[in-house]
């Protein structure tokens, strides 16, 4: 299985400000997917991250909103912009797994915007 | 639209008994299924694949069709099961995940 180091583990914000959430992969994977799971609920899909194109969103998400970077096959990068309390969730970043469909998900970054 | 379905936000239970978390679906396709599980302070990790039809642990889930659903069980429940358990579709190409509200299982001594 793969190792993702994503970082910070969590952090606490002041609204109007912007954090960037950072995802490390052992291995070079081709897409890296963004989820956030607000308090009390599921997760829910953000964007897909693929190397050497701009990320494809979900509906309800936007990219000025949640600007994603991913400058290489190992690395990816989440930012929440402009951060108001409904932000407050945790943020996952996961990999498929080399087994069809398999995921793989970083530790979580839990985010508190005050 | 595709839609993942846990009715139960919480599952209690005591050691030994039997334990059923229901996962009901909805997907215009064939979809993949998977249950997905959280342990205190550690990552979510996969549990079970519907396709590969195994017993994980001692939980093991069916696919009904018939009934979209994909329940997962275990026929003697253990203090170290007790986590956030949570069901999970996909498509067989695009590998993005749908995920239910998820079932905090407590399993009870």
């Known amino acids: 299985s793969a190792v993702i180091s994503q970082k910070p583990s969590r952090d606490i914000c002041q609204r109007g400000t912007s954090l960037t959430i950072q995802c490390q992969v052992d291995?070079?994977?081709?897409?890296m997917f963004w989820y956030r799971q607000q308090p009390g609920q599921s997760l829910t899909l953000i964007a897909t991250a693929n190397q050497g194109s701009e990320a494809t969103y979900e509906s309800g998400f936007v990219i000025d909103k949640f600007p994603i970077s991913r400058p290489n096959l190992t690395f990816s990068t989440l930012t929440v912009s402009n951060m108001s309390p409904e932000d407050s969730s945790i943020y996952l970043c996961?990999?498929?797994?080399?087994?069809?469909?398999?995921?793989?998900f970083g530790q979580g970054t839990r985010l508190t915007v005050v | 639209a595709q839609r993942v379905t846990q009715p139960e936000k919480l599952l209690s239970v005591f050691k030994g008994a039997p334990v059923e978390l229901k996962c009901n679906y909805s997907y215009s396709g064939s979809p993949e299924l998977f249950w997905y599980v959280q342990y205190s302070r550690q990552r979510l990790q996969l549990l079970l694949r519907?396709?590969s039809r195994e017993s994980i642990k001692g939980f093991t889930a069916d696919l009904n069709k018939g009934e979209t659903s994909f329940h997962l069980k275990k026929p003697f429940a253990q203090e170290e099961d007790s986590a956030m358990y949570y069901c999970a579709l996909s498509g067989p190409v695009l590998r993005k995940l749908v995920f239910g509200a998820g079932t905090i299982l407590r399993v009870k001594s």
């Open positions: 291995s070079q994977v081709t897409m």
């Open positions: 519907h396709i």
């Open positions: 996961s990999i498929p797994g080399r087994r069809a469909t398999e995921a793989f």
